[in-house]
C-alpha cells in the first residue's frame, strides 16, 4: 500500500512518461494483462493509455489490471492511467518513506 506521499512522488515521477500500452475497442485480453505485467517488472512506473470507444470506464479497466498484476493505481486522469510495482529483480525507484 502506498503512502500519500509515495503517490505525490509517483505522479511527478509519471508526468514525464509516455503511456506504452493502449487499450482500444477490444477491451482488456489477456495479452494486456501479460504486457503490463512484462513492462512493470522492467520499468516499475507504467503509463496506459484507454481509447475513447473502449467497452469499459477506465476507473473499472484499472481496478481489474491492478488486481490481475498485483500492481498499484497511482493515478487517473481522464483516460490516463499510471500504475506501479516495485520490479523483484532489479528495483530502481526509490520511494520516500
Known sequence: MLTGRQRRFLRAFGTGIDPVIQIGKSGVTEAVYRQ????LESREL?????????????QN??????DATRSEVVQIIGR????????????????PR
Open 61 to 66: 479497466i484499472a481496478d481489474d489490471l491492478a
Open 36 to 39: 503490463l505485467d512484462e513492462v
Open 80 to 95: 490516463n492511467l499510471l500504475f506501479y510495482r516495485r520490479s523483484e529483480k532489479k528495483p530502481f525507484i526509490e520511494l
Open 46 to 58: 507504467v503509463k496506459v493509455r484507454v481509447i475513447s470507444n473502449a467497452p469499459v470506464e477506465p
